[in-house]
């Protein structure tokens, strides 16, 4: 029971370290590297999903250790001390995550979904690359990735030619990467845990480094002005 013991404080101080210093240190981070910060956002909070599923699994078999020891006429008081020293653990790392999400709840607020696209009407353009191309008859400028297609509101298609080539190349940009898919799995996370910060820290951070990665896959194609004046319109 001893490495088990010694295996769940570590699985236990990962979770924290994940849970509790994610957000803080990590959040606003991987401006120049989008993809990156995507990658070790998914990867750490994966992680920290992982290791808690084997933390209680090492807690669940302490109870069958804690039978075959009593079975085997072994100490009463140590073979209980050992059974319980696990969910001792995790009761208490539960508390202090519990503290510390408390604290850090008011720093990542995450608002309901909505689809932007519910009850409108869209027709398609054009075809552009392995995506279509759809106007929106709606005010202003507006533009939107989902599934393959990208969705533009009738002012943008009265940008100058390069603007709205530059506006076309940051939406699939979104195609490319699958963006609308980390960020639906983003969401996925939030709502299986959304009592845990660093999962609403996840949400915030995937949609914001997933337009970061858009403008960085469309600068390498057009020229940056071009793509800062249109963008500078949809605000």
């Not at 995550?97 to 990542?108: E, G, K, M, S, T």
């Not at 191309?133 to 990735?145: K, Q």
């Not at 914001?208 to 403008?215: H, Q, V």
Request: hydrophobic share 55%.
């Amino acid at each position: 029971m001893e490495i088990p013991l010694y295996l769940l404080i570590l699985l236990i101080e990962w979770v924290m370290l994940v849970t509790v210093a994610a957000p803080m240190f990590l959040a606003g981070r991987f401006n120049k590297a989008p993809n990156i910060g995507i990658w070790l956002w998914f990867t750490i909070l994966i992680s920290a999903v992982l290791a808690t599923a084997v933390s209680v699994v090492i807690a669940t078999v302490s109870i069958f250790t804690t039978w075959q020891n009593l079975s085997a006429g072994q100490n009463l008081g140590i073979t209980l001390l050992a059974s319980f020293a696990p969910w001792v653990l995790l009761g208490s790392a539960g508390t202090l995550l519990a503290l510390a999400n408390q604290r850090l709840a008011p720093l990542f607020a995450i608002r309901d979904k909505l689809d932007p696209l519910t009850n409108l009407m869209a027709r398609q353009i054009m075809a552009y690359r392995k995506a279509q191309i759809m106007e929106l008859d709606v005010p202003g400028y507006f533009a939107l990735t989902r599934d393959k297609q990208i969705y533009l509101s009738r002012a943008v298609f009265e940008l100058p030619a390069k603007q709205l080539s530059a506006i076309m190349r940051r939406e699939y940009g979104h195609i490319k990467f699958r963006h609308q898919n980390l960020k639906q799995f983003a969401y996925l996370i939030y709502q299986l845990f959304p009592w845990v910060v660093a999962s609403r820290a996840l949400v915030y951070e995937i949609d914001r480094l997933c337009e970061l990665s858009a403008d960085k896959y469309a600068i390498y194609r057009v020229y940056s002005k071009d793509l800062i004046e249109a963008r500078s319109k949809f605000r």
